[in-house]
């Protein structure tokens, strides 16, 4: 039985390895904070460079930056930061944990969210190992502050809390999603990128009977 997520908070800073990473997870929570008044920054560690089959670093990430500033907007994002870690290469390293520090410190946040640092999402379903050195990174940047943030999730499975949502924030987290026009057209070529976004928002939104069946996105509590 997972727990309502707290809501006597103002600030979250999402921090996250890859563009897209928010959306595949916990954009309609975040689409849902937004509409509250709740302020919201995403911080990411790659452009994603590497994510484009068939195209060249040089104009991949810049594209997938401008995907990802044009998504972070459908949920009422407007601060989206980029760091210069290689996408496919980012690991738990003093200079990405010194950049957390940093970003924390800065946005002074109530909440950090960031992926899930386990090493299967299910059963035969690994973990990418960007996610998880950047998970253990954030883990490792949180507890070496002297005061860190009040709380610190993971939006993952085996889940402590949900955030539930509405039809609204489902599709706002679709559009946001569908915002990766390129990335996902290369991804799957034979599925509509709209299509596509729906049916990940649906995954990452199931149904909580503990909620009456009603649509949640699931985080794990990481701290205190």
Request: include cysteine; glycine fraction near 8%; charged fraction near 20%.
């Amino acid at each position: 039985m997972a727990d309502v997520f707290p809501s006597d908070w103002r600030t979250a800073l999402v921090l996250v390895p890859h563009p897209d990473d928010p959306e595949y997870g916990c954009a309609a929570a975040v689409a849902k904070w937004t509409a509250a008044g709740k302020t919201v920054h995403y911080a990411l560690a790659s452009r994603g460079e590497a994510g484009v089959a068939g195209m060249a670093i040089e104009q991949a990430g810049p594209l997938r930056e401008q995907e990802q500033r044009r998504s972070a907007a459908v949920v009422g994002v407007a601060d989206v930061r980029f760091w210069e870690f290689p996408d496919g290469a980012i690991r738990n390293s003093a200079g990405l944990r010194a950049q957390i520090v940093e970003a924390i410190t800065e946005f002074e946040p109530d909440v950090v969210i960031s992926v899930y640092g386990g090493p299967e999402w299910a059963p035969g379903a690994p973990n990418q190992r960007d996610h998880m050195e950047f998970a253990a990174a954030v883990v490792a940047a949180h507890d070496s502050l002297p005061d860190p943030p009040r709380w610190l999730f993971q939006n993952g499975p085996e889940l402590t809390h949900a955030e539930v949502i509405d039809d609204a924030c489902f599709e706002r987290a679709v559009a946001s999603l569908a915002e990766h026009k390129v990335y996902l057209s290369v991804l799957d070529p034979g599925t509509p990128v709209t299509a596509q976004a729906r049916k990940q928002v649906e995954l990452s939104t199931p149904p909580r009977p503990e909620f009456g069946g009603r649509r949640a996105v699931g985080f794990i509590q990481v701290r205190p």
